[in-house]
């Protein structure tokens, strides 16, 4: 079964370092992934995808990720953070079964920038 | 695009009561997705509609619980009678079929029953 782990339930960095957000999955075959960002009393908004294509998939606002296989990880990271990153991201597995993909949610980082 | 709207964005009402959220997905979406939001539970899928015609209810918690997509452009999910424990955060979601790409999200609707 299709399922996600995010390592950190946390995480805190200074403005204008690097961000990390690790996350990793299981899945019986080759999975779609994603990462969503939820800002403070706000939706969810799609940050980026991996869908079998390339594995290193770049997103909105900087963020990029790395689908690695062997390691079942698909890690998020940012190269300098910004204040405007605070907000709580989740690492998503997509399950395909009756012809759907069924969006299958980690239980969240919530990402604190500092000045 | 307006994006997938829902309302109302807050709701408060009393134990018992009849409450109703509603959603219209973007124009040209004809997969819809209600999920939840809870502290305890993080994010669960609800039901899943494809061309309006329910798929997957698997996730609705109870027969409290009921959702409808009378057309294309328009979804509830209700609950009758609320009770405490169904506070949360319910989002709806629209994708083109089957949401191989992922889906659009609206604002959500923070219910609380007090």
């Known amino acids: 079964a299709q399922s996600v782990t995010q390592l950190d339930s946390h995480v805190s960095v200074s403005e204008g370092t690097p961000v990390l957000l690790r996350c990793n999955y299981s899945?019986?075959?080759?999975?779609?992934l994603f990462w969503y960002v939820q800002h403070p009393n706000k939706g969810l908004q799609l940050l980026l995808k991996?869908?079998?294509?390339?594995?290193l998939v770049k997103g909105i606002n900087g963020f990029e990720a790395e689908f690695k296989k062997s390691e079942t990880s698909f890690h998020l990271t940012k190269p300098s953070a910004h204040m405007s990153d605070a907000a709580e991201y989740f690492c998503?597995?997509?399950?395909?079964?009756?012809?759907?993909?069924?969006?299958?949610f980690g239980a969240g980082t919530r990402l604190a920038v500092h000045p | 695009d307006a994006g997938v709207i829902q309302s109302p964005r807050h709701e408060v009402t009393e134990m018992g009561q009849e409450v109703t959220l509603r959603c219209k997905p973007i124009?040209?979406?004809?997969?819809l997705f209600w999920y939840r939001q809870t502290m305890m539970r993080g994010l669960e899928l609800l039901i899943y509609?494809?061309?309006?015609?329910?798929?997957?209810d698997s996730g609705m918690p109870e027969d409290r619980f009921s959702a409808k997509m009378p057309n294309a452009s328009f979804s509830t999910l209700k609950i009758q009678p609320s009770e405490p424990r169904d506070s949360a955060v319910y989002f709806c979601?629209?994708?083109?079929?089957?949401?191989?790409?992922?889906?659009?999200f609206g604002s959500g609707t923070r219910l609380t029953v007090v």
């Open positions: 979601a629209s994708s083109w079929t089957g949401g191989a790409d992922g889906y659009t």
């Open positions: 899945s019986s075959y080759s999975p779609s």
């Open positions: 509609f494809n061309n309006n015609v329910p798929i997957d």
């Open positions: 991996y869908t079998s294509a390339a594995t």
């Open positions: 124009s040209g979406h004809n997969s």
């Open positions: 998503v597995v997509g399950r395909f079964s009756g012809g759907y993909n069924k969006l299958i």
